[in-house]
């Protein structure tokens, strides 16, 4: 069974309402990892939807979070901001309203291109509006039974007067470098004492002041113990290593059952995605790849396919330029079976392929099967100058017998993730250039007789790939010239370059006599 049919199953016998929750920490562009959490949770809730329950994805802006450091893109100026909240940041371009609304909305904007529209909740807002005042109240009561839950669970000690609470500086405005001491009830007395974020030393301006409630934020653990309660969250994805005994996930779980009495929601762990060569992708490594940028290379069912492919807690890597087409052929494959079409894959693996396909689906599924592979589409669109003029080199290469509307649209964006991901990521040896002059290249007479060979044997065939394949390997074998020889010979005689695309494809996709004209000058 798929692992979104199994999470959802689980979820469906505790009950038939679920709220489903992701959340990011607001410091910047999201990277790939944090739409891996959220699209995560989109699986399962329409899984959960699709079996007759009903299901809300909730996605936690943490921006009452203080900075811990600033991004390396932002101007100088924003190094103020360091220990702040990041909801008092503004806009780094003057373009929106907060820092939060420029980085988040072109993040949401690209999900919604693959059907994931959490509902966004800024955790602010929350407070600022009074909606945590009830678990804010509970947690400073019962501070001292949550730092026994936190000695007992993690083993982490606390000082005596601790109080699960960090009040936003009046005097500097920094949340990160405070120490709260003292809860009347009501007030909460606090000292701006410095902190310590990371590596990074966050100094306070030694301000002794109070704050209310609404002024502040519970401890990262409390907060999400707090904040399942409240949303009543059910299920919630979350790195593997916050998983681990005595972790966050096992201190929140005790404290939202013994302090907020309410179940902890059911984890999903998962691995963080590992971009090509190795690197764990993160802010700190510094190219942040996007959601929105794979779905520009890739199409978005295809972007889809990649997070529904291995289950969540598995080993996931990622490069954005031959693991693209990679992945293309992997999604082709499952198409193919989806339609039925034999692939030489064992039985025991067709059921689980299918669903794959199907959950990376949302726009419908096609009725029937029509397919352009993308690395036929990559030799193609670099010899063709519009889209007629595909449509007319497809017609020679590929069935195009079975396309409807609907897989034209498909094939539209396909061709144009294919363009996108040649101008942007696509190893140097993959882009080439088709010579419409002759290109200067020495032939030796040997190299003369076999293409006047290999010319005569075109000159009968049916225009297609596959004929075009057999022609050029059949002369190699009847010849003296070895194969690898031979197809260096055409790439430079119509490339002017020793390697390219799939021959038989991309010499398919030109016009017949362009290329009987190409052999026959330089076999002469
Ligand atoms: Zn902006
Ligand atoms: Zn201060």
């Not at 979820?11 to 891996?36: C, D, N, R, Y």
């Not at 509970?138 to 000690?157: F, H, N």
């Not at 409390?222 to 201190?251: F, I, N, Q």
Request: net charge negative; hydrophobic share 35%; aromatic share 8%.
């Amino acid at each position: 069974m798929h692992w979104v049919d199994v999470y959802a199953e689980k979820l469906l016998e505790q009950g038939k309402s679920h709220i489903i929750e992701s959340g990011t920490s607001i410091s910047g562009q999201p990277h790939l990892g944090s739409a891996e959490d959220i699209i995560i949770c989109d699986g399962i809730l329409k899984a959960i939807i699709e079996k007759g329950g009903q299901a809300k994805a909730i996605w936690a802006m943490d921006d009452m979070d203080g900075l811990r450091k600033i991004p390396a893109q932002l101007p100088k100026e924003f190094d103020k901001y360091l220990g702040q909240p990041a909801y008092v940041l503004p806009c780094p371009d003057g373009c929106c309203g907060s820092f939060r609304e420029h980085f988040t909305r072109p993040f949401l904007e690209s999900l919604e291109r693959i059907d994931v529209k959490p509902e966004p909740i800024s955790v602010a807002q929350m407070y600022q509006d009074g909606k945590y005042d009830e678990v804010v109240t509970i947690a400073l009561t019962r501070a001292q039974e949550i730092k026994d839950i936190m000695k007992e669970v993690s083993g982490s000690e606390r000082d005596d007067d601790w109080l699960p609470f960090f009040p936003i500086c009046e005097n500097c405005g920094k949340i990160l470098s405070t120490k709260a001491y003292e809860f009347d009830g009501k007030m909460i007395k606090y000292t701006c004492k410095g902190g310590i974020a990371g590596k990074n030393l966050i100094p306070g301006c030694g301000h002794e002041g109070e704050a209310g409630i609404r002024q502040g934020k519970l401890p990262w653990r409390v907060e999400w113990a707090a904040r399942w309660s409240h949303l009543g969250v059910t299920c919630e994805p979350m790195g593997k290593d916050l998983m681990a005994a005595g972790g966050t996930y096992e201190t929140g779980k005790a404290i939202c059952e013994k302090i907020f009495d309410s179940p902890a929601p059911m984890p999903v762990p998962y691995e963080w995605i590992v971009i090509g060569g190795g690197k764990r992708l993160g802010k700190s490594a510094g190219t942040i790849l996007t959601i929105g940028e794979m779905i520009d290379i890739i199409t978005p069912e295809i972007a889809r396919y990649f997070f529904f492919r291995t289950n969540p807690a598995s080993h996931k890597e990622i490069d954005f330029e031959l693991a693209i087409p990679k992945l293309a052929e992997e999604y082709e494959i499952a198409e193919k079976i989806y339609f039925d079409i034999d692939t030489g894959l064992p039985e025991k693996e067709l059921d689980e392929m299918k669903r794959k396909y199907e959950v990376a689906q949302f726009q419908g599924i096609p009725e029937n099967f029509s397919q352009v592979s993308y690395s036929h589409l990559i030799s193609t669109v670099q010899t063709a100058q519009d889209w007629d003029h595909i449509l007319k080199k497809l017609a020679r290469t590929d069935d195009l017998s079975q396309m409807t509307p609907e897989h034209e649209r498909r094939l539209k964006e396909k061709v144009q993730a294919v363009r996108t991901w040649l101008d942007t990521h696509a190893p140097e040896n993959m882009i080439f250039q088709l010579q419409m002059e002759h290109p200067n290249v020495e032939i030796t007479p040997e190299q003369k007789e076999v293409l006047a060979t290999l010319l005569s044997k075109m000159g009968s065939i049916e225009w297609t790939a596959e004929n075009v394949h057999s022609s050029i390997y059949d002369t190699s074998v009847e010849s003296e010239i070895k194969a690898g020889q031979m197809f260096k010979l055409i790439y430079q005689i119509f490339l002017a370059r020793s390697k390219g695309p799939r021959l038989g494809h991309l010499l398919a996709s030109l016009e017949k006599d362009f290329v009987l004209e190409r052999i026959k000058y330089f076999s002469a």
